[in-house]
């Protein structure tokens, strides 16, 4: 199975950037869609976007459209998402996901294999 690790996470100001990471390894990277989801306190996990296995189709839910930029390289075996303009509401645990399918990835959670996720703070 492929393993995740996530990196990047941290304590920044109101509309400030921060890029987040999720390091791959144990399967072919590129044989698995990849996606960010998010969890605040209290609340269930969202999407917040999605990425096809070759890296040139993208997907970003309308709270991040504009502000976040999911991209990947296959050759480093590494996910990203660009977070600029940051708000006090994205404050969550963020954590990366893959699967073989992206339906899947937006619709069986208890299918994607998962990272152990980083912590994302913004102050107001």
């Known amino acids: 199975q492929i393993q995740l690790i996530e990196s990047g996470g941290g304590f920044v100001q109101s509309g400030g950037s921060l890029r987040l990471s999720c390091a791959a390894s144990?399967?072919?990277?590129?044989?698995?869609?990849m996606g960010w989801f998010r969890q605040a306190p209290g609340k269930e996990r969202e999407f917040v976007a999605g990425?096809?296995?070759?890296?040139?189709?993208?997907y970003h839910e309308e709270p991040v459209k504009g502000r976040f930029t999911i991209s990947r390289d296959n050759a480093k075996n590494t996910l990203y998402l660009q977070m600029d303009s940051l708000k006090p509401e994205d404050t969550a645990v963020y954590y990366c996901?893959?699967?073989?399918?992206?339906?899947?990835?937006?619709?069986?959670?208890?299918?994607?294999?998962w990272g152990q996720g980083t912590q994302v703070t913004v102050s107001s």
């Open positions: 996901a893959a699967n073989t399918e992206y339906i899947l990835l937006r619709l069986q959670l208890s299918r994607n294999y």
């Open positions: 144990g399967r072919t990277f590129s044989n698995y869609v």
């Open positions: 990425i096809n296995k070759v890296g040139n189709d993208t």
